[in-house]
């Protein structure tokens, strides 16, 4: 195959989504993982329904990323049939009900933790050598709404993720992959509409628009 090849975690929805659209209508395959299959089958009818010439094409995956077994079987596949990525896009988070920091359910916390810190350790693991392999890039997504009150459990499981991704930046920075940290503009989506409940929408960046500039920088 001569077409690049793309995963993207998270991307039944927002940011995710758009990129997930975005790159296959510039011509990448995807392999677009989510749980919400009915997200990911809506992903696949709009890209299949701009018909644009040279587009590329979509695998979709409906699969959790906090099921380990499925993650490296998912990236054992991509390794055997394709021999590696070009571009991974880490999108897939948790954002709990929002509380008060001293009044945090503790199974609230634990999926958070499940969600955004230990499962994007373990991807990590998993996806390296995919990166490696083609001279690829990761890229992940800070979120100053993270840092919003009422909102301990996605902060501190989100910061921790970030920690992680700079870390690995930093340890890769000789030998790869290339590890991007980008902060996107605010865009409508479900999570901002969380923390922000009632905000007008009309302002924030369409999350088609924030992919492509965010795809600019692989």
């Not at 077409?3 to 993207?8: G, H, N, Y």
Request: net charge positive; with cysteine; charged share 20%.
């Amino acid at each position: 195959m001569t077409e690049k090849l793309a995963l993207i975690t998270g991307a039944s929805r927002g940011l995710g989504a758009a990129m997930a659209e975005q790159l296959a209508l510039r011509g990448w395959h995807v392999v677009a993982v989510a749980r919400t299959v009915g997200g990911l089958e809506e992903l696949d009818d709009r890209v299949k329904q701009a018909r644009l010439p040279g587009a590329g094409s979509l695998t979709l995956a409906p699969m959790d990323v906090t099921n380990e077994d499925a993650m490296r079987h998912l990236c054992r596949s991509l390794h055997d049939r394709w021999g590696g990525l070009q571009f991974w896009a880490h999108t897939a988070v948790h954002a709990t009900a929002l509380a008060p920091a001293p009044s945090i359910d503790m199974k609230d916390l634990d999926k958070s933790i499940a969600a955004n810190l230990r499962a994007t350790a373990f991807l990590i693991t998993m996806v390296d050598p995919l990166l490696r392999a083609k001279t690829g890039t990761a890229m992940f997504f800070d979120d100053p709404v993270a840092g919003q009150k009422f909102g301990a459990a996605y902060g501190a499981s989100k910061a921790g993720q970030i920690a992680l991704a700079r870390n690995w930046q930093a340890e890769a920075q000789r030998i790869g992959p290339r590890v991007l940290v980008e902060t996107p503009r605010p865009m409508p989506t479900a999570v901002r509409a969380r923390f922000y409940p009632g905000e007008d929408r009309a302002p924030l960046t369409a999350p088609r628009d924030e992919a492509a500039r965010l795809i600019a920088l692989i």
